[in-house]
T-cell receptor, first 107, second 123 residues
């Protein structure tokens, strides 16, 4: 199975900050990488697919990049509604696997 | 508006069965693959399996942890996806989510999630 790691596991930031989350795959996955946002007690929300393509309706302050094994999710001008846990997921190989999550909370 | 409503969860004893439903509206159900994911209490997300559209053969893929015990099916006439869970184990306790997916040359892209339904396996 492909192992996904994320760093940091948590971070504290202020409204207006830019934050970057890193996701690494244990082997190359081309650009078959998605990012999800989850708030406590809620279902995940799809943010990005194919490493850098925004899902419909996702604000442009979210951006993704990377290919192969190393990927990043950036959130510019952090808004109050962005405080949540973020997961990366590879869908290049079965089983599809997720990173452990990065919790973004308010400083 | 795209809607996915997960239902059917509850408390069940180990070894028993349960069927979850994902009732959808707002899109042409037959054009989309459907997946199930789960999240154990306080844990991360885990892929359970998915079902392709009939145009892609209606075939399925499952995680090793559920293969042979869980079955995903769909009723395109009712716009409902199902997750049949047999021989349930305590480690299957989780919130289960269905998703609407696009499947093609770009792989399986999750576009929307249901709200989740909690399955608790306990004696």
């Amino acid at each position: 199975d492909i192992q996904m790691t994320q760093s940091p596991s948590s971070l504290s930031a202020s409204v207006g900050d830019t934050v970057t989350i890193t996701c690494r795959a244990s082997q190359g996955i081309s650009n078959f990488l998605a990012w999800f946002q989850q708030k406590p007690g809620k279902a995940p929300k799809s943010l990005i697919y194919a490493a850098s393509s925004l899902q419909s309706g996702v604000p442009s302050r979210f951006s993704g990049s990377g290919s192969g094994t190393d990927f990043t999710l950036s959130i510019s001008s952090l808004q109050p509604e962005d405080f949540a846990t973020y997961y990366c997921q590879q869908y290049n190989n079965y089983p599809f696997t997720f990173g452990p999550g990065t919790k973004v909370d308010i400083k | 508006e795209v809607q996915l409503v997960d239902s059917g969860g509850g408390l069940v004893k180990p070894g028993r069965s349960l069927r979850l439903s994902c009732t959808t509206s707002g899109f042409t159900f037959g054009d989309y693959a459907m997946s199930w994911f789960r999240q154990a209490p306080g844990k991360g997300l885990e892929w359970v399996g998915y079902l392709r559209t009939k145009s892609y053969g209606g075939t399925t893929q499952y995680a090793a942890s559920v293969k042979g015990r869980f079955t995903i099916s769909r009723d395109d006439s009712k716009s409902i996806a199902y997750l049949e869970m047999n021989s349930l184990k305590t480690e299957d306790t989780a919130v289960y989510y269905c998703t609407r997916d696009l499947f093609g040359s770009g792989g399986l892209v999750i576009t929307d999630w249901g709200q989740g339904t909690l399955v608790t396996v306990s004696s």
